[in-house]
């Protein structure tokens, strides 16, 4: 397992920006695929983005699908989440986990990535709010 602890949450306007960061520690992470999920209070935790091992595919949510942007530097071994045109549903603990696959698996080859359950290590979460 990976380790990971994310940061860049915080209090934002409607319409303003915020890039959350995924800082891993151990030496597969490379090899990991990582994900982003939400959670807002009273709400079960739902997905918002995904990206392989490479960055070469990645996979969105709709409530979030053209807003956000998820990318990777395994040198940094930090996983980004861009996230523009904030809306106030937006607000949510925002958590990345990390599952660790086969060489060279893309999302297609890691099936129901959209789940959390199939994720075996996560962060403590940061905080997202976006006031209305």
């Known amino acids: 397992q990976v380790q990971l602890v994310e940061s860049g949450g915080g209090l934002v306007q409607a319409g303003g920006s915020l890039r959350l960061s995924c800082a891993a520690s151990?030496?597969?992470?490379?090899?990991?695929?990582v994900g982003w999920f939400r959670q807002a209070p009273g709400k079960e935790r739902e997905f918002v983005a995904a990206i392989s091992w490479s960055g070469g595919s990645t996979d969105y949510s709709d409530s979030v699908k053209g807003r956000f942007t998820i990318s990777r530097d395994n040198a940094k071994n930090t996983v980004y989440l861009q996230m523009n045109s904030l809306k106030p549903e937006d607000t949510a603990v925002y958590y990345c986990?990390?599952?660790?696959?086969?060489?060279?698996?893309?999302?297609?080859?890691?099936?129901?990535?959209?789940?959390?359950?199939?994720?075996?290590?996560w962060g403590q979460g940061t905080q997202v709010t976006v006031s209305s």
């Open positions: 986990a990390a599952e660790d696959l086969p060489p060279h698996y893309e999302l297609g080859q890691f099936p129901e990535f959209s789940e959390s359950g199939r994720f075996g290590s």
């Open positions: 151990g030496r597969t992470f490379s090899t990991c695929a």
